[in-house]
C-alpha cells in the first residue's frame, strides 16, 4: 500500500493509525522476505498478467467490431434484396388470366397469375419467379432476368424458378 493510499484511508476515516502501521509493518515483512529478486519477479508477473489482460481486451474488442460488421453487412444485403423484390415486381403490372405453374424447392407446385406475355418471358429466361416471403405481402414476386441476376449474387435460395441463359 502507497503512503498516499495510507494517508487517504486515514483522512477519510476507513482506518485507524494502528491498522495503517500494520499494513506498513506487514509491507516491510513481505518485502525483506522476498529480497530484492523476489520483488522484481513479482512485478514482472503482474506486468505479464496486465500484458496478458489488455490482449484478451483487444481481441475481444476486434471480435466485437468483427461481429457488428458482419451484422452491418447482413443488414446491408436484407435490405438490397427487399429493395430489389420491391422494385423489380412485375406481378402488379403485368398480372393476368394465365397460371403458371413452378416447383419449390420443397416440392410443392404453386402458381402465379401472370400475362401471356409474362409467361413467355418466364419460359424464356427473361423474368424469374422469386420467394418473397417476409418481404412483400404476397409469397412470390416475378422479376425481371436482369433483377434476378442481382438477386443470385445476392442470395441465390430465393430464386424459385429461372429459365437462366448461360
Not at 494502528?18 to 506487514?26: D, G, S
Amino acid at each position: 500500500m502507497t503512503d498516499e493510499l495510507r494517508k487517504a484511508l486515514k483522512q477519510a476515516g476507513l482506518v485507524s493509525q494502528k491498522k495503517l502501521r500494520q499494513a506498513k509493518h506487514r509491507d516491510r515483512v513481505r518485502r525483506k522476505e522476498l529480497g530484492e529478486e523476489g520483488l522484481q519477479a513479482e512485478q514482472e508477473r503482474r506486468e505479464q498478467e496486465h500484458r496478458a489482460d489488455l490482449a484478451r481486451r483487444k481481441e475481444a474488442d476486434r471480435e466485437r467490431e468483427r461481429a457488428l460488421q458482419a451484422g452491418r453487412a447482413e443488414a446491408d444485403r436484407a435490405a438490397r434484396i427487399a429493395h430489389l423484390l420491391q422494385d423489380a415486381n412485375l406481378l402488379p403490372r403485368e398480372g393476368g388470366p394465365r397460371r403458371f405453374y413452378f416447383e419449390t424447392p420443397a416440392g410443392a407446385i404453386p402458381c402465379v397469375e401472370v400475362s401471356e406475355s409474362l409467361a413467355q418471358r418466364l419460359i424464356q429466361g427473361d423474368a424469374a419467379i422469386a420467394d418473397a416471403h417476409g418481404i412483400l405481402p404476397v409469397n412470390f414476386a416475378v422479376i425481371s432476368g436482369k433483377a434476378a441476376r442481382q438477386l443470385a449474387t445476392l442470395e441465390k435460395s430465393r430464386l424459385l424458378h429461372w429459365n437462366a441463359r448461360t
